[in-house]
């Protein structure tokens, strides 16, 4: 088994997504490695908002979930004795996540397959969470872990 020293985790809050961090996080106990999680506010100001003033409420709405969601993770990270390193980031949710594993210099990236996919190139989530796997896997700068 490869080693990791650096694992991110991409979360959106679903049952998938709590699946897939526990194991991420079994494994950095295992190996001693951070552990970075990431959520993606993935909305268009142009297909949403009518006005800066809205777009800035939408948005302030969305930050405040996102860290609540990423906040869940705390105190599993804090029972297996890890530390959590926790960022959103606004974008292309693939593209974001791939971005953000370069930037920490990941070893693995950890993802929850959530529904039915049948074949890669489906769609992970559901809604604005929905990312391309196939995208997701050709642009991460390593490993990925897709995890149902």
Same mark, same amino acid.
Request: hydrophobic share 45%; with cysteine.
């Given at each position: 088994m490869a080693t990791f020293k650096k694992i991110l985790i991409s979360y959106n809050g679903s049952q998938p997504c709590r +699946? =897939?961090?526990?194991?991420?996080?079994?494994?950095a106990a295992d190996q001693g490695a951070e552990v970075f999680a990431l959520k993606v506010i993935a909305f268009s &100001? #142009? !297909?949403? $908002?009518? %006005?800066?003033?809205?777009?800035? !409420?939408i948005m302030d709405d969305l930050r405040g979930k996102a860290t609540a969601i990423l906040d869940e993770l705390k105190p599993m990270a804090e029972e297996k004795g890890l530390n959590l390193t926790t960022e959103i980031r606004e974008g292309v949710a693939e593209e974001e996540i =791939? /971005? &953000? =594993?370069? #930037?920490? /210099? $990941?070893?693995?990236?950890?993802?929850?397959? /959530?529904?039915?996919? %049948?074949?890669?190139? +489906?769609f992970l989530g559901k809604g604005q969470q +929905?990312?391309?796997i196939r995208t997701l896997v050709s642009e991460a700068p390593c490993p990925v872990m897709l995890l149902h």
């Open positions: +699946r =897939a961090a526990e194991k991420a996080m079994e494994i &100001y #142009e !297909t949403i $908002a009518p %006005s800066d003033r809205l777009w800035e !409420t =791939a /971005g &953000y =594993a370069c #930037e920490i /210099g $990941a070893d693995l990236i950890v993802a929850a397959v /959530g529904g039915r996919v %049948s074949r890669m190139g +489906r +929905r990312m391309s």
